[in-house]
């Protein structure tokens, strides 16, 4: 389920990072946690496991902020409401459930620099772009990313070495995470059955360095891809995974949220 959020600020003259993800994401936790502590707590903290290995997710993304802005060394100076697109997946009778969880909702977005709240003023559910897909089919769509798609192979550091969207290793890397995925819901695929294509026809990738727990020990940086294609091929079930989910990597910092395109 997806929902589109209007965000008005509370402060004269907002500022908030410019690596804003981060902040973001807790806001969104932080939001969850008054409900449901314990839902909040799971995707923190544990998230959907495959086969109880390591790789957790925490199946929920964002994507970029919308509106106008101004950007200052660091800092983005706010100069309108802004728009968000939150998604979750989540059975759809949660929907107005999630939807009353948002609304009039204060959310912060800080670090040790500066700190901006924004109020939660409309909260719009959104239909599913290929809802007349039926189950049992297959079907091809085309998306791109609302925010930076990531892909990335690991090192003998156990690090990523992150792939852009021209190297051929990346739909790989993008399949394979929406197979693991599914994998963790429990919804079965056949080997070879999803397909990831990547469209640079008329557009050339660009490449965006975000940092991660800015100002302090754990911070670290990751490496995303807008302004491409992609070409995603299963059957209803399937593609809402990557639609409602992200596809890539650090879907929960609001990476990878993709739209159709019409």
Same mark, same amino acid.
């Given at each position: ?14 500022? /908030? ?10 806001? @969104? ?10 839902? #909040?707590?799971?995707?923190? +903290?544990?998230?959907?496991? $495959? ?14 902020? %919308? ?22 997946? &989540? ?9 009353? &969880? ?6 912060? /977005?800080?670090?040790? %620099? ?19 897909? +039926? ?5 091809? @769509? ?7 798609? /990531? ?7 156990? +690090? ?7 190297? #051929?290793?990346?739909?790989?890397? @993008? ?10 819901? %429990? ?8 397909? $990831? ?8 990738? %660009? ?39 992200? #596809? ?15």
């Amino acid at each position: 389920m997806r929902f589109q959020l209007q965000l008005d600020s509370k402060n004269r003259s907002p500022t /908030i990072p410019i690596n804003y993800q981060y902040p973001l994401s807790a806001a @969104i936790y932080k939001i969850l946690d008054k409900a449901d502590s314990h839902y #909040a707590t799971f995707l923190h +903290e544990e998230g959907y496991t $495959v086969n109880g290995g390591l790789k957790h997710f925490k199946l929920f993304t964002f994507s970029d902020l %919308k509106g106008r802005c101004k950007v200052n060394h660091d800092r983005l100076h706010i100069n309108s409401t802004m728009e968000l697109i939150v998604s979750f997946h &989540l059975p759809e009778a949660a929907q107005h459930f999630v939807k009353g &969880l948002f609304l009039s909702q204060d959310m912060d /977005i800080a670090d040790k %620099k500066s700190k901006a709240t924004f109020k939660v003023n409309s909260v719009e559910a959104l239909s599913y772009p290929f809802a007349e897909i +039926e189950n049992k089919d297959k079907s091809t @769509i085309t998306v791109r990313a609302i925010s930076a798609c /990531i892909a990335g192979i690991k090192n003998d550091k156990g +690090e990523y070495d992150f792939i852009p969207p021209t190297d #051929a290793r990346f739909a790989f890397c @993008i399949k394979h995470n929406w197979e693991q995925k599914l994998k963790a819901l %429990k919804i079965p695929f056949h080997e070879n059955e999803l397909k $990831v294509a990547v469209n640079l026809k008329n557009t050339k990738p %660009k490449s965006r360095l975000i940092t991660v727990k800015a100002f302090t020990k754990q911070q670290t940086r990751i490496k995303g891809y807008l302004n491409f294609e992609m070409e995603l091929t299963g059957n209803q079930e399937q593609l809402q995974v990557i639609y409602n989910a992200g #596809a890539g990597l650090y879907n929960a910092l609001g990476m990878g949220c993709l739209e159709v395109v019409k």
